[in-house]
Nanobody, 122 residues
């Protein structure tokens, strides 16, 4: 049984930094692309960042230059370092596992965590 468990969410002020972490179990971790998505109230789930087993990364335009995704295959974790946070970054953040670094749609990802809330106040 595949499980993805996120941690590290919370409330911060605009301009602050926050780090999210996701721990995976039940899958051969180093054969999966790991990604972060987010979903704000009333909006669709959107792609944030992804990293493959060669540590190649991809980012959405909205977070490029502010967020950094990284993985540790030995610990089976994927982290999202979020800097210079803005109120529009407020959302539930989800960890996901997929097959291709070029995938950007939520429907293309196979496994999901339960999500962690990030709230950025101005």
């Amino acid at each position: 049984q595949v499980q993805l468990v996120e941690s590290g969410g919370g409330s911060v002020q605009a301009g602050a930094s926050q780090r999210l972490s996701c721990t995976a179990s039940g899958l051969v971790f180093d054969t999966w692309v790991m990604a972060w998505f987010r979903q704000a109230p009333g909006s669709e789930r959107e792609f944030v960042a992804a990293v493959n087993w060669h540590d190649m990364t991809a980012y959405s335009d909205a977070v490029s230059g502010r967020f950094a995704i990284s993985r540790n295959d030995a610990l089976r974790t994927v982290d999202l370092q979020m800097n210079s946070l803005k109120p529009e970054d407020t959302a539930v953040y989800y960890c996901a596992a997929g097959r291709s670094l070029s995938d950007r749609k939520a429907s293309e990802y196979w496994y999901w965590g339960q999500g962690t809330q990030v709230t950025v106040s101005s």
